[in-house]
């Protein structure tokens, strides 16, 4: 379990989260929906460990991300928005950096694994310079997927794709989502109706809305989400 309590974020005179709270729970797929600025990657930069609360608490799988930080980061695989990738590296080379800075059994079957879950054996012998974007998001899906978290944190992950290859990296949470965690942030009510057994909205930094997608009606999520706007 995910458990979010009481969440707040200040940088000086601006409230980048004001008291947010809710859980995750094993199987769901959430979406963090909201307009760009809502305070959406700053909560999943303090679930992550990169950056620590103002006020409050989040525990990820029973650990807290104050004093088990690192039992915290063993439990999420984490793909920012800006995906992390070293460009020189061939795509096996750098899946075999990634698990080893985790120190995996059979880093090699792994590497192999990981290849073939996410759809990258046509790739895995170029240079991630060489990859198009939705290739790309696959080897960060990858690397955030190859220590087998229970988590998976994904910061905006289609954005910039083209219609097939969003198919295809909706369709690859979704099989993720059916035994782990996945908490993911967008801007794209699609997203959220193509993916997610859940949807939160987040606006100036507070819980708006939290429902389960099948409590809601068709162009539901759309009318709750425009009214952000008005």
Sequence with gaps: MI???NVSKVYGSQRALDHVSFTIEPGEIVGLLGPNGAGKSTL?????CFIPPTEGTVSVCGYSIFDQSQEVRRQ??????QNPLYNEMYVREFLRFVGGIYHLDNLKDRVEEMIHTVGLTPEADKKIAMLSKGYRQRVG??????HDP???ILDEPTTGLDPNQLEEIRSLVRKVGQTKMVLL???IMQEVEAMCTRAIIINHG??????KMH??????LTEKFHKLTL
């Design 3 to 5: 458990k979010i309590e």
């Design 44 to 48: 999943m930069k303090i679930i992550t």
């Design 76 to 81: 999420i695989g984490y793909l920012p928005e």
């Design 141 to 146: 899906l990858a690397q955030a997927l190859i």
């Design 150 to 152: 229970q988590v998976l």
């Design 185 to 187: 942030s967008t801007h």
């Design 206 to 211: 507070r819980i708006v809305d939290d429902e």
């Design 215 to 220: 409590n809601m009606r068709a162009g539901q």
